[in-house]
Each structure stands twice: as structure tokens, then as C-alpha cells.
């Protein structure tokens, strides 16, 4: 005899008296819905004890239950043991699939979302577009991003041939590959999507800002800068991002990645960094071995009445002195800001042509002077102390006295690095020692202190000349205003202890 019991919907109202296979199938859905999963297998056991034949929504339920109370693979292999038909495995599996999904108390599980998906396909069933979103979430998540690609071909075709939830099914593999902490391969997804909305950019945007990953911030950021809307809503994550990078700008620490994008995506935020975070980000790209990167800053500090020291000024030179090209480069970013209508700044004209003089191009070096006159800039003492660097570098004299010539006809005062190249022209040419003492005794009665590089010229030629003491009078004199490195302190000693 069939047995009737009345029971509870969902709704909490009291339903009529009901065949016993419909009121168990209500009690499944009542238990799920309240995630009771204890009370859901129980009565799921009470019912195969009956012989009731479970519907294929109650299989669905069930599945649900046991993958949530006992695990996805235990579910599995309780699905393996029962025949259902195609479409109540397709569900059920799909239910399988969804508990694979990181939980409080449970991790991912990649392999056993994989055996279902299998189980559906050996079914010959295709699953929807849930399923198939979970499955690449999964498989990013794992890192498998082969099996991720192989997802996104499996998925059901549009009219074009794409996935016809390609955009969803991209930004789920987006999120797992921030999940996973691999905000590279992430920004390498996003850039793949072509219709991602502003919502979509706000929530990887922050899932970069978590990873402090500039270049996907940067990318985002730009996306959300056509809704300010939608940029309104991470702009303070956007801001304590940037605060903390632009802190170890200006404590010259932290990743020379996470310096510079700090200083690029507050310049987009509108928030200009102070002197001391630039200074900043002009190590961090010298320490990346990028001296464009670094001219480019260096023209940002200029613009805004900022100077460099000279040993980093020196090391930016020295950066793009590397190679010719590095030099060029840095001269097209002068050209590009004369024909943009934007002044170009002297110390960076004076930069590229110090670069060409150490790579001793001198043609490179007059190239750049020569384009002076149309930037609308007169050379300074900077500029004709590189020319000179170049012309004593390359051994061209009569260039060099040229340069000096017009010095004096522009009236530009030569400085202590000038007294230092005229006194190794000087010398190039044959000159004598008694000269070149002249010329270092006029720079100092010009009340300039002679560079170091002077000093230890002079001091190697009174060493050459058999005065060990006049070299020591020097070193002292030299120890006063710069340091002196110990091998040659060493060298100077040796040489007045032999001579007493």
C-alpha cells in the first residue's frame, strides 16, 4: 500500500497529503535548501530502503549533499555506482563540479572536477555555461592552463566561431590565475578580452592592486578611466596602492617594478609625486637597466624644477651610453617634445650628448649640439664641457680648441670640469707638465676646486717624473675636497717611502 505524509515546502507552508515518492523528493529539496546535507542523504537512504525511485532532480540533490558533506570525489564515485539516465548525470555532475569550488573548509579540487566533466562527456551529454565556467575557474586555479585552453575549445560555439561565452569564460580565467598568484599570466588573459565591462576591470583591478602588480593595475586603470563611475569605486584601494609604492620610492626601497608603476598610476590618478619619490624612480629604472626609462623621468623632475645630483646624473649617462641606440632613443623623446610644442630642457640636451662623448661618437655628440638652435636653447657650460669629453675621448684636438674658442666668443665661464679637459687637450698634444700645472693653479685662482680626475692626473705625472713629494702635496690636497681610493693612497706612499 502506498503511504501518504504530509510535509513541509519550502515556504514553510503545510503541504496535502502526497504519494510517498513526491513527499521524500520534497523532503530532499526542503533539507538542500536549508544545507542540511545530513538530512538530505538520510532521507535520499530512506528512500532506496523504500525502493522509491529517485527522480532525476532528487539524483541532483544528492549529488549536491555528498559532495558537500563527504567531498566532490566521494560524490563521484557514489554516482559511479548508481545507472541514471544521461541528463540526470549531466546534472548531477554539474552539482559535483560546482562543490570542487575553494570553500572555508575545503580547498580546490581540479581532479575531480576533470572526472566528471569526463563523466559527461562519456555520457554524450554537453554541459552549460556554468559548468564550463567553473571548469576554467578550476583549472587557472591549478595553474593547468593548458586545460584551461582546452576548456575555452570544448565550449559551445557562437555564430562567429568563438566561445559564445567567451568573455565569461576568459574573465573566469582571469580571477583564477589571481587566485592562484600568478598576476602575469592574468594581465596576458585580460589582455585576450574584447568586451569586458567596467565591473569586470574594478574587480581585477583590485585583484592586481592585491598582488601588486603595476602593469595589470595600469591596464585596468586605464579601462576605468572612460567610467568614473566605476573608477570612483576602487580609487581609495587605487590610492593606498600608490601610497604604499610611492613610500618605497622615496625610501629608495621595494621591487623597482612596484616603484615605477606606484609613480605612473599616480600620475593618471592626478596625484604628482614629490622630488624625493621620483628620485625614486629614477634608481629603480637604473637598477632595471633602463636608461630611457630613466630619461624619461629625468625629463618629468625637469619639468617640474627638480634636479638630479651629479653622480646620478652621471649614471644616467652612463646608462644610455651602453649602446648608440639607447642615445637616440633619449633624443627622440627631446625631438618628440619640441614638435608636441613643449620646451626642451637644456640639462637633458646636455645628458644625451655626455652619453654620446662616453660612447666616443663624436659625430653623435655634434649632431645633438647642433640641434640646439631649432629647440630654441643656448648652450651652456655643461653643454661644451660634454663636447669637450667627446673631443678628448676621440683624440680630436683641433675640435676641441675650436669648442674652447667659442666659449670664450658666447661667453660661457669655464668651470673646474672645463679646466680638467683643456688641461688633458693640454697633454694630448704634447703638452708639458708645467703647462698643465699652470692651467690646475688658473682654476683654482678662478676660486673653483679642479675635479678629481685633474688630481690624479697631475699626481701620476709627478710620479712619472721622479717627485714623489709634490704627488703627496697633491694627494693631501686632493684628500681636502674628494675621495681618494686607497689603492692609489697606497700607490702614493709606496712611491715616497722608495724615494726616502
Known amino acids: 500500500m502506498s503511504m501518504t505524509r504530509a510535509t513541509i515546502a519550502p515556504s514553510g507552508r503545510l503541504l496535502k497529503r502526497v504519494p510517498s515518492s513526491l513527499t521524500y523528493s520534497a523532503r530532499l529539496a526542503v533539507a538542500l535548501r536549508e544545507r542540511d546535507y545530513r538530512q538530505t ?58 562543490a570542487c569550488s575553494p570553500s572555508r573548509s575545503r580547498g580546490a579540487d581540479w581532479p575531480t572536477a576533470q572526472a566528471a566533466y569526463g563523466e559527461m562527456v562519456a555520457a554524450g551529454v554537453v554541459p552549460d555555461g556554468s559548468v564550463y565556467s567553473t571548469l576554467v575557474y578550476l583549472s587557472a586555479l591549478a595553474r593547468d592552463y593548458s586545460g584551461a585552453e582546452a576548456l575555452l575549445g570544448d565550449s559551445p560555439r557562437g555564430v562567429d566561431g568563438h566561445p559564445a561565452d567567451s568573455e565569461t569564460l576568459l574573465m573566469q580565467f582571469a580571477r583564477g590565475c589571481l587566485r592562484a598568484r600568478d598576476p602575469e599570466h592574468a594581465l596576458r588573459v585580460l589582455e585576450r578580452m574584447k568586451g569586458a565591462t567596467s565591473a569586470d576591470y574594478a574587480e581585477l583591478a583590485r585583484g592586481f592592486l592585491g598582488a601588486g602588480h603595476h602593469e595589470g593595475v595600469a591596464h585596468c586603470l586605464a579601462a576605468l578611466e572612460a567610467d568614473p563611475t566605476a573608477l570612483a569605486g576602487v580609487r581609495d584601494e587605487l590610492g593606498e596602492f600608490v601610497r604604499r609604492g610611492l613610500e618605497r620610492a622615496q625610501g629608495h626601497g621595494g621591487a623597482p617594478d612596484d616603484v615605477i608603476g606606484a609613480v605612473a598610476i599616480a600620475r593618471r590618478l592626478g596625484v604628482e609625486p614629490t622630488q624625493y619619490q621620483l628620485v625614486g624612480a629614477h634608481l629603480a629604472h637604473l637598477e632595471k637597466g633602463d636608461g630611457v626609462g630613466a630619461f624619461a623621468n629625468y625629463l618629468g623632475m625637469l619639468d617640474r624644477g627638480f634636479a638630479l645630483k651629479p653622480r646620478l646624473r652621471d649614471a644616467l649617462a652612463d646608462q644610455l651610453a651602453q649602446q648608440a641606440e639607447l642615445a637616440d632613443e633619449a633624443y627622440y623623446h627631446l625631438d618628440a617634445r619640441h614638435t608636441g610644442g613643449h620646451g626642451v630642457p637644456l640639462d637633458a640636451v646636455d645628458v644625451v650628448v655626455e652619453a654620446c662623448a662616453r660612447l666616443g661618437d663624436l659625430d653623435r655628440a655634434f649632431a645633438t649640439f647642433g640641434e640646439l638652435e631649432r629647440f630654441g636653447v643656448r648652450p651652456g657650460v655643461s653643454t661644451y664641457n660634454a663636447l669637450l669629453h667627446a673631443c678628448v675621448n676621440s683624440r680630436e684636438l683641433a675640435s676641441g680648441r675650436r669648442l674652447l674658442s667659442a666659449m670664450d666668443e658666447e661667453g660661457v665661464a669655464a668651470d673646474a670640469e672645463t679646466y680638467g679637459h683643456r688641461c688633458s687637450l693640454h697633454l694630448m698634444s704634447g703638452g708639458r707638465l708645467d703647462g698643465a700645472v699652470r692651467l690646475f693653479d688658473e682654476c683654482k685662482a678662478a676660486g ?15 710620479l712619472r717624473r721622479g717627485s714623489p713629494d709634490d704627488a703627496a702635496s697633491l694627494l693631501a690636497e686632493m684628500g681636502e675636497h674628494h675621495r681618494v681610493p686607497e689603492n692609489f693612497v697606497r700607490k702614493v706612499r709606496e712611491a715616497t717611502e722608495g724615494e726616502d
Open 41 to 98: 542523504l538520510e532521507t535520499f537512504e530512506a528512500m532506496r530502503d523504500m525502493r522509491i525511485e529517485p527522480t532525476k532532480l532528487d539524483v541532483h540533490h544528492v549529488a549536491e549533499a555528498r559532495a558537500f558533506r563527504e567531498g566532490p570525489a566521494a560524490a563521484l564515485a557514489a554516482l559511479r555506482g548508481v545507472r541514471v539516465a544521461a541528463r540526470v548525470k549531466q546534472q548531477a555532475c554539474g552539482a559535483i563540479i560546482a
Open 448 to 462: 673653483l676646486v679642479p675635479v678629481s680626475r685633474t688630481y690624479v692626473t697631475l699626481i701620476n705625472l709627478h
